[in-house]
């Protein structure tokens, strides 16, 4: 099991960015394929961005393609969501996930270990 912890989450204004990590313990990150999902209120828990185990492929929800990129430092054991532009529809709490090789990358069940979120807010 891997331990994940978020942060760099806050209040930004439109046009901002913020930058998330998500430090893993337990195990070693780099066996491990990161996503990154979002909660807005009141809405369905959402894909946003995942990476492969050792950082060959990224991917993407069309909805953060090209303001959002999602990288992994092995070394350190953590991964990161860089959010660019940020806009007031980026608005949520934001969840970092680990899974091993299987499944659809933008699939949740796909994913097995969970953070506990940190809040990112983006005001117009």
């Known amino acids: 099991q891997v331990q994940l912890v978020e942060s760099g989450g806050g209040f930004v204004q439109a046009g901002g960015s913020l930058r998330l990590s998500c430090t893993a313990s337990?195990?070693?990150?780099?066996?491990?394929?990161m996503g990154w999902f979002r909660q807005a209120p009141g809405q369905d828990r959402e894909f946003v961005a995942a990476i492969r185990q050792f950082g060959s492929a990224q991917y993407y929800a069309d909805s953060v393609k090209g303001r959002f990129t999602i990288s992994k430092d092995n070394a350190k054991n953590t991964g990161y969501l860089q959010m660019n532009s940020l806009k007031p529809e980026d608005t949520a709490v934001y969840y970092c996930a680990a899974g091993l090789s299987g499944g659809a990358v933008r699939d949740q069940n796909a994913y097995h270990d969970w953070g506990q979120g940190t809040q990112v807010t983006v005001s117009s």
């Open positions: 337990g195990r070693t990150l780099s066996n491990y394929r």
